[in-house]
């Protein structure tokens, strides 16, 4: 089994900085992907940001040059820096961690984490 479990949200004003961690645990294959997603209200969860095992990283257009996310595998912690941050980046933002096997994947989440950027 595994276990993921988010931390960091709060409430901060446009222009602010917010550090999100996400600490997984238990059957962790060596080929995965951990990934930073979020949900605001009405709409669908998206893919903010996601590393590899390898430490390739991979953003929506929406964060690029605001968001990094980073990894540190001996911890199994990943990360993810919010800069520059703006009211439509409210959201809870969910951590996912991607067991990648030979035939198919399987996925874990968070129960998630809420961040709101007031204007």
């Known amino acids: 089994q595994v276990q993921v479990v988010e931390s960091g949200g709060g409430l901060v004003q446009a222009g602010g900085s917010l550090r999100l961690s996400c600490a997984a645990s238990g059957s962790i294959f060596r080929l995965n992907i951990m990934g930073w997603y979020r949900q605001a209200p009405g709409k669908q969860r998206e893919l903010v940001a996601d590393?590899?095992?390898?430490?390739?990283?991979n953003y929506a257009d929406s964060v690029k040059g605001r968001f990094t996310i980073s990894r540190d595998n001996a911890k199994n912690m990943m990360y993810l820096q919010m800069n520059s941050l703006k009211p439509e980046d409210t959201a809870v933002y969910y951590c996912?961690?991607?067991?990648?096997?030979?035939?198919?994947?399987?996925?874990?989440w968070g129960q998630g984490t809420q961040v709101t950027v007031s204007s």
């Open positions: 590393i590899t095992n390898g430490g390739t990283t």
């Open positions: 996912n961690l991607r067991n990648l096997g030979l035939h198919q994947y399987y996925d874990y």
